[in-house]
C-alpha cells in the first residue's frame, strides 16, 4: 500500500507541499510535548536567529534526535537538515524523512549535489542545520570535523550560528523509568551569535580555518570535558582541527 502511495505523490510535494506540513508540525508537536513531559528542556540564545533570512545552523551531534530537538527549540523558523542516503533507502522512514524537509548526503568523499541543494535552500531564504562531526558522539567530547559546513557557510556567505546540545544524550526506555522516579534529564540548547567569517574568503582555501572557528565557538558552551580539540584558543602556529575527508 505504501509503495502505491509513494507513486501518487512526487517527490517536490512530499517536501513541501501540505504532507511536509502536517508531518513537520505533527513530530515537532509530539516531540515538544515529550520533552516538556519526560525532561528538564532549556533554551537559550533564539534570539540570535534571524527571523525570516536565510541562515546555517552547525551543531555538536550526540543523539539521533537533536536534529528534531533543535527543530522543536526553535518556535518561528522551520530547519531543513541533511541526512546519510542510508536512510533514506528504508520505506517507510524514508518517506518520512522526505516528508520532514531533510534531504541526503553520501557521507565518503564529498557531495556536490549535496552542497548545491544546499546552496539552493539558502537562496531561497532557508535555515539549514549541519552537524559537522559528520557523526554521533554519543555524550563523549567533540570530534574533529568535516569542512562541508563551512565551505557552504563561505560560498553562501549567510550568517552561521553555532549550536551547543547538552544532555540529549537519553537512553530508552530508561528516560520513562526516570521520569517516573522524577530524575528528569536535564536537555539544554544553546544558540550562540554568529560566528565571524568576514575575513576569510576564499571557500576551498579557507574552509578548514572556518571549521576551526566554528567548532571552537561550539565549544565555549560545553563543560571543558566535552570540548575535545576545539577546547581553549588554538596556539597561533598550529594547524586547524578538521576531519580528514576522502575524495571522491
Same mark, same amino acid.
Given at each position: 500500500?505504501? /509503495?502505491?502511495?509513494?507513486?501518487?505523490?512526487?517527490?517536490?510535494?512530499?517536501?513541501?507541499?501540505? !504532507?511536509?506540513?502536517?508531518?513537520?508540525?505533527?513530530?515537532?508537536?509530539?516531540?515538544?510535548?515529550?520533552?516538556? &513531559?519526560? #525532561?528538564?528542556?532549556?533554551? $537559550?540564545?533564539?534570539?540570535?536567529?534571524? #527571523?525570516?533570512?536565510?541562515?546555517? =545552523?552547525?551543531?555538536?551531534?550526540?543523539?539521533?534526535?537533536?536534529?528534531?530537538? !533543535?527543530?522543536? &527549540?526553535?518556535?518561528?523558523?522551520?530547519?531543513?537538515?541533511?541526512?546519510?542516503?542510508? =536512510?533514506? %533507502?528504508? +520505506?517507510?522512514?524514508?518517506?518520512?524523512?522526505?516528508?520532514?524537509?531533510?534531504?541526503?548526503?553520501?557521507? $565518503?568523499?564529498?557531495?556536490?549535489?549535496?552542497?548545491?541543494?544546499?546552496?539552493?535552500?539558502?537562496?531561497?531564504?532557508?535555515?539549514?542545520?549541519?552537524?559537522?562531526?559528520?557523526?554521533?558522539?554519543?555524550?563523549? +567530547?567533540?570530534?574533529?570535523?568535516?569542512?562541508?559546513?563551512?565551505?557552504?557557510?563561505?560560498?553562501?556567505?549567510?550568517?552561521?550560528? +553555532?549550536?551547543?546540545?547538552?544532555? $540529549?544524550?537519553?537512553?530508552? *526506555?530508561?528516560?520513562?523509568?526516570?521520569?517516573?522516579?522524577?530524575?528528569?534529564?536535564?536537555? /539544554? !540548547?544553546?544558540?550562540?551569535?554568529?560566528? @565571524?567569517?568576514?575575513?576569510?574568503?576564499?571557500? #576551498?582555501? %579557507?574552509?578548514?580555518?572556518?571549521?576551526?572557528?566554528?567548532?571552537?565557538?561550539?565549544? @565555549?558552551? =560545553?563543560?571543558?570535558?566535552?570540548?575535545? *580539540?576545539?577546547?581553549?584558543?588554538?596556539?597561533? @602556529?598550529? /594547524? +586547524?582541527? !578538521?576531519?580528514?575527508?576522502?575524495?571522491?
Amino acid at each position: 500500500m505504501f /509503495n502505491r502511495l509513494s507513486g501518487l505523490l512526487p517527490r517536490d510535494i512530499l517536501a513541501f507541499g501540505v !504532507v511536509t506540513i502536517i508531518v513537520y508540525h505533527g513530530l515537532i508537536a509530539l516531540l515538544r510535548l515529550a520533552l516538556f &513531559s519526560l #525532561s528538564k528542556w532549556t533554551v $537559550s540564545g533564539a534570539e540570535n536567529i534571524p #527571523s525570516n533570512a536565510a541562515c546555517i =545552523l552547525v551543531s555538536n551531534h550526540i543523539h539521533i534526535l537533536d536534529p528534531p530537538l !533543535v527543530a522543536a &527549540s526553535l518556535r518561528t523558523r522551520r530547519v531543513r537538515t541533511m541526512a546519510k542516503q542510508e =536512510l533514506f %533507502d528504508l +520505506p517507510l522512514i524514508g518517506w518520512v524523512f522526505s516528508a520532514y524537509g531533510a534531504y541526503s548526503v553520501r557521507r $565518503s568523499g564529498r557531495d556536490s549535489q549535496a552542497l548545491r541543494k544546499s546552496l539552493r535552500l539558502l537562496d531561497a531564504g532557508e535555515a539549514l542545520l549541519l552537524f559537522a562531526e559528520g557523526t554521533r558522539s554519543s555524550g563523549g +567530547p567533540l570530534r574533529p570535523a568535516h569542512k562541508g559546513a563551512a565551505l557552504i557557510a563561505l560560498r553562501s556567505g549567510e550568517p552561521v550560528i +553555532p549550536v551547543t546540545i547538552t544532555g $540529549s544524550n537519553i537512553r530508552l *526506555p530508561g528516560v520513562f523509568f526516570q521520569w517516573l522516579f522524577g530524575e528528569r534529564p536535564r536537555i /539544554n !540548547v544553546h544558540f550562540g551569535d554568529p560566528v @565571524d567569517l568576514s575575513d576569510l574568503e576564499h571557500a #576551498s582555501k %579557507d574552509a578548514a580555518e572556518a571549521t576551526d572557528r566554528i567548532m571552537r565557538r561550539i565549544a @565555549d558552551s =560545553l563543560p571543558e570535558s566535552l570540548q575535545g *580539540p576545539y577546547g581553549g584558543d588554538r596556539p597561533a @602556529d598550529t /594547524n +586547524p582541527v !578538521v576531519a580528514r575527508d576522502l575524495e571522491n
